[in-house]
């Protein structure tokens, strides 16, 4: 049943909507709980986000699909990519080194 919706999803017959937040468990759970390289799982999302019925609630997919390119082979957090992404439209400040690199 997955496997069709799936299909469906990928062709666009069908739409799914992802939260931000999710995005970022499944990545944090990924990494740093079962410790799986990000090598290892990135390319797999990135398939996920490139469906064309797959949407993300709080933001622009190809924001998401950006992130996740940049996040291959460094050590920095989703969440501070993503806070970057938004950083032309707003200010941050951060006691983050990780932040301050991008």
Do not use: C, W
């Not at 739409?15 to 999710?22: F, W």
């Not at 468990?25 to 390289?37: A, G, T």
């Not at 933001?59 to 996040?71: A, H, R």
């Not at 400040?93 to 932040?99: I, L, M, S």
């Amino acid at each position: 049943m997955a496997k069709k919706f799936f299909k469906k999803v990928h062709d666009g017959s069908e739409k799914a909507e992802i939260s931000i937040l999710v995005v970022d468990e499944v990545i944090y759970v990924l990494n740093r709980f079962y410790q799986i390289e990000r090598s290892n799982f990135i390319p797999e999302l990135l398939k996920i986000f490139s469906m064309r019925g797959i949407s993300i609630l709080e933001i622009n997919k190809d924001i998401i699909i950006e992130i996740l390119n940049k996040m291959i082979g460094n050590k920095i957090d989703f969440t501070d990519y993503y806070l970057a992404s938004l950083a032309p439209k707003s200010q941050i400040f951060t006691f983050d080194r990780d932040f301050k690199k991008i």
